[in-house]
């Protein structure tokens, strides 16, 4: 097995745990994030930590494909290979400080919740607060830096037909699709865990999956010729 096709098959596989620890985080998160009184409730600290635990997979698979298939995407386009590493980055670093907030709010519910000189409205506040901060770095990370990383690395692999073009073809409309639907969001259109959220994140989680399975059954196809992204190619 050569570089390449290591790299194709780590790569899948960092793909595939993305998705698992992504949906997994957001099923674990749901008492904190639904319950408006965690804070000063009983609490689901360990099915919250889990989810934490998750994201922290999450974060190191997101890093994971950046890094692993910045030498494969470098001899296409320097540049754009470069964007994508580092747009993976930035999304890593959302969802970590919305770990960090997560495990703020459990923190707190141990320390305080319940103890005679605990100002509960304030409390309530801070967890509120917390939450909502988890609820932006979820929009910018898994949303928006999605978006625009799902873009840069489908364009490439369009160009230079190392996946197949179908497979390309998933990631150049579920780019835009996730962006639009997080700007959407943003202003207010709809709630971020929604039907026409789902509806939007469709396409990635399409392109993700099917990209993951093609570089773990088959790989990369041979590299283009150095005239792949010129503008007659």
């Known amino acids: 097995m050569n570089s390449t096709r290591k790299a194709a098959l780590v790569a899948g596989v960092f793909f595939i745990l993305t998705e698992i620890t992504g949906i997994a985080a957001l099923a674990l998160y749901a008492p904190v994030v639904n319950t408006p009184d965690y804070i000063i409730g009983s609490g689901a600290d360990t099915r919250v930590l889990l989810g934490v635990f998750s994201e922290v997979i999450l974060v190191i698979a997101v890093i994971g494909t950046g890094v692993t298939l910045f030498p494969i995407l470098k001899a296409q386009n320097e540049a754009v290979a470069l964007g994508y ?10 969802i970590a400080v919305g770990i960090v907030s997560v495990l703020s709010v459990v923190t707190l519910r141990q320390d305080l919740a319940g103890a005679a000189d605990t100002d509960t409205a304030s409390l309530v506040t801070v967890g509120r607060s917390l939450v909502a901060l988890h609820d932006g770095t979820f929009l910018f990370g898994p949303n928006i830096a999605l978006g625009v990383n799902t873009l840069l690395l489908a364009y490439l692999m369009y160009r230079t037909a190392r996946v197949p073009r179908p497979i390309a073809v998933l990631g150049l409309a579920g780019g835009p699709i996730i962006f639009a639907s997080a700007t959407a969001v943003m202003f207010g259109l709809y709630e971020q865990v929604s039907v026409w959220g ?29 005239n792949a992204l010129s503008p007659s190619s």
Not at 85 to 94: F, H, I, S, T, Y
Not at 198 to 226: M, N, Q
């Open 85 to 94: 590493v580092c747009g993976r980055l930035m999304e890593a670093a959302a």
């Open 198 to 226: 789902v509806i939007a994140a469709v396409p990635v989680f399409a392109w993700e999956v099917a990209l993951a399975v093609w570089l773990i059954a088959k790989g990369f196809r041979p590299a283009p010729g150095a």
